[in-house]
């Protein structure tokens, strides 16, 4: 049974740049969620999605975007980069109804120079 | 405003004793908890959890204990192993886990010595 899987592993880019991040759910999941993660830090929650359609979002501002496919698999898409934008991003996914956690992939390391 | 609060950034333990793993919360909504462990260059890799309706649940060496007036949950792990070392995220949920977003604490990083 494939986890959740997470492309690419590791990533560099430059400010002002746009960067597209993809994560699958596990098998038999529906929802997908986004975090943020900074050196030191807990995850921050960046949006859910649920039916391709954006359910939740947390304190991100718009360059922070997200899609999700019938497949349920999802991308995430940050445009106009900065500097504080390296991080950890990692995708989680679950059961809409009836889940009893959040499933993480191993998470894209993204450099922004 | 942290909403989730793990005061203690790092934990040594010798291998056989109990590891005790504290959370603070501050948002009356949350009414639901998980730990996660997560090693380097991993995802976050969930442990145990427990609803507020109940003040602890038990999976093997893990025991997750809640107190809700106090706002405050602990993760006893007994014995620790040397594999156990690791950072230890505790979270919250105002709503199903699998539904609603999850609130992070900063992590606990837990070193068991042999």
């Known amino acids: 049974d494939a986890g959740v899987t997470q492309s690419p592993t590791h990533l560099i880019k430059t400010r002002g740049q746009q960067v597209t991040l993809r994560c699958s759910p596990k098998s038999g999941h529906d929802t997908v969620s986004w975090y943020q993660q900074a050196l030191g830090q807990g995850p921050q929650f960046i949006f859910q999605y649920y039916e391709e359609e954006e359910r939740q979002r947390g304190n991100f501002p718009d360059r922070f975007s997200g899609h999700q496919f019938p497949n349920y698999s999802s991308e995430l898409n940050v445009n106009a980069l900065l500097l504080g934008d390296s991080a950890l991003y990692l995708c989680a996914s679950s059961l809409i109804i009836g889940g009893e956690t959040q499933y993480f992939g191993p998470g894209t390391r993204l450099l922004v120079l | 405003d942290q909403q989730v609060k793990q005061n203690s950034p790092s934990l040594s333990v010798q291998e056989g004793r109990i590891s005790i793993l504290n959370c603070d919360y501050t948002?009356?909504?949350?009414?639901?908890f998980l730990w996660y462990k997560k090693y380097p260059a991993e995802g976050p890799t969930f442990l145990i959890s427990?609803?507020?309706?109940?003040d602890k649940n038990e999976d093997g060496r893990f025991t997750v204990f809640l107190n809700k007036s106090a706002k405050h949950l602990s993760l006893h792990i007994v014995p620790s192993q040397p594999g156990d070392s690791a950072v230890y995220f505790c979270?919250?949920?105002?709503?199903?886990?699998?539904?609603?977003?999850?609130?992070f604490g900063k992590g606990t990083k837990l070193s068991v010595i042999p």
């Open positions: 979270a919250a949920s105002a709503g199903g886990a699998g539904s609603y977003q999850l609130t």
């Open positions: 948002n009356s909504m949350f009414d639901y």
């Open positions: 427990i609803s507020s309706i109940k």
